[in-house]
């Protein structure tokens, strides 16, 4: 079954046409790589995909509600604890969910404190802990230490197990080459 | 919502936002024990108290509508805002989003007013023998802040420039000027940039600037529909 479906989609930014006439499926189950250089639109169709901005035309139909999503760059607010934050997303957390990202220390600590790889390690957390169908990484590695890389391709694992949906952008596609059922070439 | 709700209480409380709060709150009561220091103590208390009200108030007006102006524009920047994109992801509507933020913002502004208020009425009873506090004005600030802020707004979301606050602010201290002189071009312009009349803090057209902050208000939602996130 087809979840994600578009067709002809174009946008441009001012006069730079960033996608033209792209085609794009996923059918459920499907872990699909978005892989291209800067600019070629990876970001900018995974957020049309997401209904975060609007194509100029073309045709898209998305067959699921349920979608968690991790952008390539997020603000986080300073004065708020890591377990404050998660809440807003997630209608539960339990105590594992910290230790296997290294996190259990940092539950209560103000996130304005963290590093760049404990931010990104709690961006991941929001959606790969969110009850979805369909899960949307943009460049979801950065600023991650080894030890979190694995934990996250474990995760990922376990979502192609469970027969989850995952569009995944990268500027470096080696990582995911045993999940991915498909590269989608990009620019 | 209350999750969205609490989301925007968590971005509006930035280290920058209090550090700005403050400051500007310091500057006001600098600025209002200017005005108490500057009193002649052989004029009557009666128009001492007139005189002090006009010179803090004169001041607030300016910090009101800048602050204002600063907080909807810098909230609803691509930066501040972008958290919005994982609630959209989690079926939050648009307008359901943007409602939300314009409350927690306008409940911020009246804080900000009661502690200019607070400060108001410390320095009054510093430095006045019978110190008697004029309220309403600050309910009809309370507006005004809320006209500029939503304007700063409709220029960032135009411009999508932080930089374009500065056109609102000047917008309002223009009026300040064109409101010395009586005419039908300071009717015209305090329709589209209401500020109180020169010898009294009223304004000029009454409820029709009601009118004009929800038509600001829905202009300001139509933008937020319309921008990419």
Do not use: C
Request: charged share 20%; proline share 2%.
């Amino acid at each position: 079954m087809k979840i994600i479906e578009a067709r002809n989609i174009r946008k441009s930014f001012r006069r730079e046409v960033v996608l033209k006439d792209f085609d794009f499926e996923a059918r459920k189950g499907e872990f699909i790589l978005l892989v291209g250089a800067n600019g070629s639109g990876k970001t900018t169709f995974l957020k049309g995909l997401l209904g975060l901005l609007r194509f100029d035309s073309g045709s898209l139909s998305v067959r699921s509600n349920k979608i968690a999503y991790v952008p390539e760059r997020f603000f986080f607010p300073e004065f708020i604890t890591l377990e404050s934050f998660l809440k807003l997303f997630l209608e539960k957390m339990d105590q594992e969910m910290f230790r296997e990202w290294g996190l259990s220390e940092a539950r209560k600590k103000e996130m304005g404190k963290f590093s760049k790889g404990m931010r990104q390690k709690a961006l991941l957390m929001q959606a790969l802990h969110a009850d979805a169908e369909v899960y949307v990484f943009d460049e979801p590695m950065s600023g991650l230490d080894e030890a979190a890389k694995e934990t996250f391709l474990n995760k990922l694992a376990a979502l192609k197990n469970e027969g989850k949906t995952v569009l995944l952008s990268t500027h470096n596609p080696e990582h995911f080459r045993m999940l991915a059922d498909r590269t989608v070439g990009m620019g | 919502m209350r999750k969205v709700f609490r989301a925007h209480l968590a971005y509006l409380l930035t280290k920058t936002n209090l550090l700005i709060l403050f400051f500007v709150l310091l500057l006001s009561f600098l600025g209002f024990s200017e005005a108490g220091l500057a009193l002649d103590a052989e004029e009557l208390p009666r128009m001492n108290n007139l005189y002090f009200f006009e010179n803090s108030f004169f001041l607030l007006k300016l910090i009101a509508a800048f602050t204002s102006i600063f907080t909807f524009s810098h909230a609803f920047s691509k930066r501040s805002d972008q958290y919005s994109e994982l609630f959209f992801v989690r079926g939050v509507s648009r307008s359901g989003h943007f409602f939300s933020k314009i409350i927690i913002l306008s409940v911020y502004v009246v804080y900000f007013l009661l502690l200019e208020f607070a400060l108001y009425l410390v320095s009054g009873s510093i430095f006045l023998e019978r110190f008697s506090p004029y309220a309403r004005p600050f309910i009809r600030l309370y507006w005004l802040s809320l006209y500029y802020g939503f304007l700063g707004l409709a220029f960032m979301q135009i411009f999508k420039n932080i930089y374009s606050v500065i056109l609102p602010f000047i917008l309002f201290i223009a009026g300040m000027i064109i409101n010395e002189n009586e005419g039908k071009f300071r009717s015209f312009y305090n329709l589209l940039f209401p500020n109180f009349l020169s010898d009294k803090p009223e304004f000029l057209h009454g409820w029709l600037h009601m009118l004009m902050l929800a038509s600001l208000l829905l202009f300001n939602l139509w933008l937020y529909l319309s921008r990419d996130s």
